[in-house]
């Protein structure tokens, strides 16, 4: 269903499932009030009438069991497309996704393969408490055996699905809970992307914004603000945070010789923090100011509005903070 | 494990040659013993370790040229685990505006999402970044000496590349002769003028000296001198370079804004008077090794040390600690010097006490004009620091130290 | 250990302990040792004590300047070497 005004993210994610389950019939999907109720936050309005309940299955408040359903059913030959609601809620399912999921081709010896696609909302933003608004992909992107990858623009979350669906390892696909309703820009002309490479989003030469997911607009927000002073930053999408694309990012930092990282996750022992330490060893004697991270606060994310955003990577935290790299605050 | 590493031996070294390790894996070391000797361009020195434990390996063959701050040698064992006592537990430290407990949570709601880097105290070392160091030495120019506009008042590369572009850009001292061409345990001439111009030029780049002088009567000091050398054997007499350098040490004490070091735009005032004497070598070349608690020394416990780093200094003997330690320089020309010197201030110290030749001269004593043994007293200090009526009233008491030679 | 060659070995030794470079050069009778060898206080002084060290030889202060040249020295050695 292709609206006519503008195509939103969600929209983006929904398309990309119905074609998933057009072209495949390998394809069904899982998970808490996707069918009857339309998703939680809508993506799969409309899929149970299209698809019928053989294929869009509502399933108990069970993440653990239906993630494991999931992992078998993709061992023998299906193709599973599991939602689990936020990330948060995913904890329930941590074991199955890291000691089966994640290492089943390992210990059968490349026997059996786990080709699940898991969906899960992340990120704050939304005034939805500590319990449902936290970002844990880096936590995920630690596990050696699955894909991590964070869509933050219209056509990856149009089109990452058919290559993670493609592929034979277990992947995870985060979307920020911020971004549904975004509407764009976006390409018509891209009708498939890569699940492998990391993409700069702007090109600049002072500084490198390195992020993804929900805190790339508001890298490209900070980069459009600092054009303004004169200070040209290369913002990039990491995309896929598992396996991590340093090529991108350290051509990048060679070139600006400053970087700060942009992530919405806590800081300590973060991906920012994998990032920051993966620069320092391969691109140390390249830079000209230290790395420097825009993360949120160490907190359970708040309720209170104020207090939310307070916690959050805001734009001006990564002006401010790209001002102090540059020695101009 | 811990590592013992290349000292910096005074503000302008940056690598050394390890001559000869006096320990082996297997030799226990306590604070203050030598372990090795490290060719400078202030000759060869003795360096100390000030930590215990066991060497556990060798890392640098002699032979090799080392930068400032690599490890020469790995360490074992110390006090606490040769005692088998449990690893020190530290208490968590408090993160101011960085709360990390859930009961911390709610009470910072106007905390940065990015939460500013910890201040930190600045380094003794100028902040230049990677980018700006490896530019720096393509371009054979010193980065450390730069004015820093990056953060923190770090040197930038773009710095680095407008400094190199004037003319008056202050080129690296020429690197050390091949090790073939130098001799074991002396002096590589043209290396000590790179060492002695690389500091006398930040000297005078950096530092707003001041001057002054004042001639002093010596002849109490002459006279109580000769009396006392009379009855002893050469050996236990003082030279009157011992009473001016007391003398001066005495009178920094009533003037500690001269004793210290000027670092990151502040003064730190020394704890002890160490004092660095200036030794001209043989055949050109000077070092200026320090001696501690200068003031404290009973003057023949000061002739013998300064003997002893007169005697140690010409034979490339020094310790790495008495080429960092000095907090202020004094250089006596003795009796076949010049009538007086205005000295250049070693950095980062902050004053050079200079005293000319002892000589007789013209002195008016109760409206007479009678001959006298006069010494001309200088001081170099830095304008940064203090002002001309400080240092007036060193030399007035260096004066006042040198009429009573007894309380000495 | 009296005469003037003797006292001459001594001295030249001393010096060249002090001043490498007084082994092989040829300093006159007359010269200024502390000139010639470009010795400073502390030099003289160690000359002085190593002197009074394998001779005995008493030196007061006083009579440093008899000892500024290697005639002056030898003959002071002369004068006061009783061994």
Sequence with gaps: ?329 | MREFRMPALGADMESGVLAQWLVKPGSAVSPGDIVCVVETQKGAIEVEIFEDGVIEEILVEPGTEVPVGQPLARLDGGPAAAQGAAPELKPMEPQAGRPADVQAAPRSPAAPAGPPPEPRARPARALVTPAARRRAAELDVDPETMTGTGIDGSVTLADVEVAARRPESVKRPPQELAPEARPARGFDKSAMRAAIAAAMQRSKREIPHYYLGQAIDFSAAQGWLEARNADLPPASRLMPAVLLLKAAALSLRAVPDLNGHFVDGAFRPGKDINVGWVVALRGGGLVAPAINGVDRLPLPDLMSALRDLVQRARAGGLRASELSSGTVTVTSLGERGADRVMGVIYPPQVAVIGFGRIASRPWVVDGQVVARPLVDASLAADHRVCDGRLGGLLLAAIDRHLQKPGEL | MSSPAAHMTLIREILAGIAPEAADCDIPGDADVREALDLDSMDFLNFIIALHEQTGVDIPETDYPQLFTLDGAIAYLGQHDRS
Aim: hydrophobic share 45%; glycine share 8%.
């Design chain 1, 1 to 329: 269903m292709t609206g006519a005004g503008p195509l939103t993210y969600r929209e983006a994610c929904r398309q990309a499932l119905i074609e998933a389950l057009e072209s495949d019939p390998r394809v069904f999907m899982m998970g808490e009030d996707i069918g009857a109720y339309g998703g939680c936050y809508a993506v799969t309005k409309g899929l149970l009438e299209q698809f019928g309940p053989e294929r869009v299955r509502d399933t108990p408040l069970a993440e653990s069991g239906f993630t494991g359903a999931g992992i078998g059913a993709a061992m023998v030959g299906m193709r599973p497309i599991v939602e689990l609601m936020t990330c948060n809620f995913s904890l329930l399912a941590l074991d199955q996704i890291m000691n089966s999921a994640a290492t089943l081709a390992h210990m059968s010896g490349g026997q059996f393969a786990v080709p699940l696609v898991i969906r899960m909302a992340t990120g704050a933003g939304r005034r939805v408490a500590a319990q449902h608004s936290h970002s844990l992909e880096g936590w995920f992107a630690h596990i050696p055996g699955v894909k991590v990858l964070a869509p933050a623009v219209i056509e990856d979350a149009r089109y990452m699905l058919g290559p993670a669906l493609a592929d034979p390892n277990p992947v995870l696909i985060f979307e920020h809970v911020m971004l549904y309703n975004d509407t764009g820009p976006h390409d018509p002309s891209v009708t498939e992307v890569d699940i492998s490479s990391a993409a700069v989003r702007r090109e600049g030469s002072d500084v490198t914004l390195v992020t993804y997911g929900g805190s790339l607009r508001k890298c490209l927000a900070a980069a459009g603000q600092l054009a303004e002073e004169r200070i040209s930053a290369d913002v990039i999408d990491l995309r896929i945070l598992r396996p991590l694309d340093s090529a991108t990012v350290l051509e990048s930092v060679r070139r600006t010789r400053r970087c700060v990282i942009v992530d919405e996750a806590w800081r300590s022992g973060s991906i920012a923090a994998e990032i920051g330490m993966r620069i320092a060893e391969e691109a140390f004697f390249d830079l000209d100011a230290p790395l420097r991270r825009v993360c949120s606060a160490e907190v359970p994310v708040p309720y209170a509005p104020a207090m939310e955003d307070a916690a959050l990577p805001q734009v001006d935290d990564i002006v401010g903070t790209v001002r102090q790299l540059l020695g101009k605050s």
